[in-house]
């Protein structure tokens, strides 16, 4: 299994551009999420998922789209990207909880997005 | 507004050393308290999580020690290895409809010298 799958790895973008990140996972997870990671600041939630068709937004959702057509993926658009919008992007999945106090997320590898 | 406070943010530690790091919560509706180790180029994964009516959980060389008056909790590392190196976050959950959603404190990068 490939766990969550994130496309592209790496992209540098001019400011006005577009663009969209691509999260695939193949865990049947029912929720999904977009994270971005900056320094000295942990993991700031932009988007999430709790199923499809469904999306809600996070902590640091301006200048973000997302959208979640099939299960098992989750896109990430950048409709005019911005250069406070560089950093490194983060999707992850997870079961829904259920009846237990707690689900691990998991996570893909990254997305490193410059915006020059 | 960071509702997980992390120190510190960097720490430097000899093989066999024992470096603890350390987490401060605001949020007394927090019910689940995960630690996620970060290797460079990779994305964070799931290492030891406790929850809050339990003082300590010990997995392998990792402890979580969790203080629930003060609303603190901290991850010591035993008998710590070069290959711990890494970049260490612990985060807090709210479990609700939207499933365990986390709040990541700032992060500590660990290097473990040999």
């Known amino acids: 299994n490939a766990g969550v799958t994130q496309t592209p790895k790496f992209r540098v973008l001019k400011t006005g551009q577009s663009m969209t990140l691509l999260c695939a996972q193949d865990m049947n997870h029912e929720y999904m999420y977009w994270y971005r990671q900056d320094p000295g600041m942990g993991l700031r939630l932009i988007h999430y998922s709790v199923g499809e068709g469904t999306t809600a937004k996070g902590e640091v959702p301006d200048g973000y789209n997302v959208s979640r057509l099939k299960k098992q993926n989750f896109l990430l658009g950048l409709e005019s990207a911005a250069p406070s919008q560089t950093s490194v992007y983060f999707c992850?999945?997870?079961?829904?909880?259920?009846?237990?106090?707690?689900?691990?997320?998991?996570f893909g590898d990254g997305t490193r997005l410059s915006i020059l | 507004q960071q509702q997980v406070k992390q120190s510190p943010q960097s720490l430097i530690v000899q093989k066999g050393g024992i470096p603890i790091i350390n987490c401060a919560y605001e949020n007394t509706a927090f019910d689940y308290f995960p630690w996620y180790q970060q290797f460079p180029g990779k994305g964070p994964a799931l290492l030891i999580a406790i929850r809050p009516d339990v003082s300590e959980k010990k997995e392998g060389r990792f402890t979580i020690s969790f203080n629930k008056s003060a609303k603190q909790f901290s991850l010591h590392i035993m008998d710590s290895q070069p290959g711990d190196s890494a970049t260490y976050f612990c985060a807090a959950s709210i479990g609700d409809n939207a499933g365990n959603m986390l709040t990541f404190g700032g992060g500590t990068r660990l290097m473990v010298k040999p």
């Open positions: 992850a999945s997870s079961y829904s909880r259920g009846t237990r106090l707690f689900q691990p997320q998991h």
